[in-house]
């Protein structure tokens, strides 16, 4: 029953779903359980139940169902571990027994035989520093090999209690003991931790067949083949990349608590560096890997800006600083890279529409959602991903008369949508802009990716649309945001206040107090910008 010892992490939890039909008169979201996991639930499906009646955010209750899936795991996780720790823990008290056994009876073995130390004083797991450890082991390796070699020829040269516990050492469930005891040693002292090869025939002592005499052994044979018997488990593993996913994300987190858009920048060549080089450990990570990232981003977007190849290794050079402040890595291969002259495409800035690329636009037959997306788009510039997960909410106003929108603090929200500091604004409604009747949750209903945004389902409901109507690479949803700015710079307003408008500036959240930018004056220049094409209604 190995499946039933198997956790997940919050990227394999499925997305939520409303039922077509209230659940009990009640809205409900609701989340099936994995597969993977069910054995630890009573149900195979979440039911989470808006508690004012009505479906108010669909990410605070769906996060609400993640929260009680980790729960339920991490409470059997910590079961399973405690079993298998004691198990470990008796096996490992065994093994480290007959190890200092054998430093006793070769004394030369014994790092502290001048002062006539007995090995049984030794603290192997936490009392040694890591290379004196890293020589033990070796030592040890040396001796119990000579030992199996000697014996061959020369049997009576040594012991039976001698013989018998280098035997006993040379196979696979010492080498896993000595794997977990060096790894732990080397994350205690902040030191890299060392990759160990894999495992050769040489490495053991044939222990003989079924159907071998009981004496078997005593020859001294390697056998020919790697033990495949593996009696104890490994407690440590060498962490490759994506195992410090959740480390090295409230790292990400720590040095950019207000960036979402920066931290998502941060994350992609990470999961693009671990598909393209297999999950790395990050000490095996070479100058040449890094030199031939760009190049293997290239065979697949061979488009891709130069920009973009800088951005990538940016973002990997945070993750090795990463791994040099947790003892993971001690070089910066990413660290001053530079790239080949001819290597990417030249960065090409959004244009603006012009009058007549917003004739095309808004002549087009879009559907009231996306009419409405790139409506408010040209009439406030907010961008694509603050727009996708804006709930009504958030549109404030007098009765039917929306004047402003507020991305104001609210973790739970609006995290994953802002972009920065700045982006927490207050942003006036043209009057001109025609909302549909006001209801509860969001105001568009784009698909909420495994980030919690959802910039990309919004994108690809208009982008495709843009590229036909004006066929310019360079002039996508994007463009709204400048045209915009062009368009409220038209009515005179000044520069402050238009950056706090578009989100450039410390924003509302900040606290600073901006004479004449009240939200009253922000309103009155949105409404002296000429945009006639707000009204424009959709068939």
Known sequence: ??????????????????????????????????????????????????????????????????DEMDRVQSEAKEVTEKALNRELLQEDLYIEGFIKTIIDMFPHLNPEQNSGTSAYQLDLSEGMELEELQRLRMSLDIQA???????????????????????????????????????ESAVSQNKPIPTFPDPKPEDYWDFGKAGDG??????????????????????????????????????????????????????????????????PIPSNITLQMAKKFPFLQMEEFPNRAKRTLRDYNWGMNTFTDFCITNGLMDSKPFFGLSFPRGLGAPSKGWRPFTDKDLDKIFAYNWNPQEHLLISM???????????ALLTWEKIKGHGNHFNFVTLLDDPELFDAATKNEGSKRIIPLNDSLELPPRREGRVFDYSIDGYGLASTSAGRAV??????????????????????KIKLDETGITDPLSDLIMGHGKGDNSGKSYRGMTPQKRYESIQKMDVPWLKNTPN
């Open 1 to 66: 029953m190995a499946d039933k010892k198997i956790f997940i992490t919050r990227d394999e939890y499925p997305r939520a779903y409303e039922p077509k039909k209230p659940f009990r008169g009640k809205p409900h979201v609701f989340v099936s359980v994995p597969r993977k996991i069910q054995h630890l639930f009573k149900s195979n499906t979440f039911k989470m139940a808006a508690p004012n009646g009505f479906i108010k955010d669909e990410i605070r209750l769906t996060n609400r169902a993640y």
């Open 145 to 183: 090999k000579m030992v199996r070699t000697t014996v061959k020829t020369h049997s009576d040269r040594f012991t039976t209690p001698e013989k018998t516990l280098c035997f006993r050492y040379l196979q696979p469930d010492v080498t896993s003991w000595w794997e977990d005891i060096i790894t």
């Open 214 to 279: 009981p004496k078997k052994w005593m020859e001294g044979n390697t056998p020919d083949k790697v033990p495949v018997e593996q009696p104890r488990e490994r407690k440590t593993t060498t962490p490759t990349m994506s195992m410090l996913k959740e480390q090295y994300l409230k790292y990400v987190r720590s040095i950019y608590p207000d960036k979402q858009d920066t931290r998502n920048k941060v994350m992609r060549p990470y999961r693009l560096f671990i598909e393209y080089f297999n999950d």
């Open 377 to 387: 788009a040209l009439s406030t510039g907010m961008r694509m991903g603050e727009m």
């Open 463 to 484: 982008n495709p649309i843009l590229n036909d109507l004006l066929a310019d690479d360079r002039k996508s949803f994007h463009s709204f945001r400048s045209t915009f």
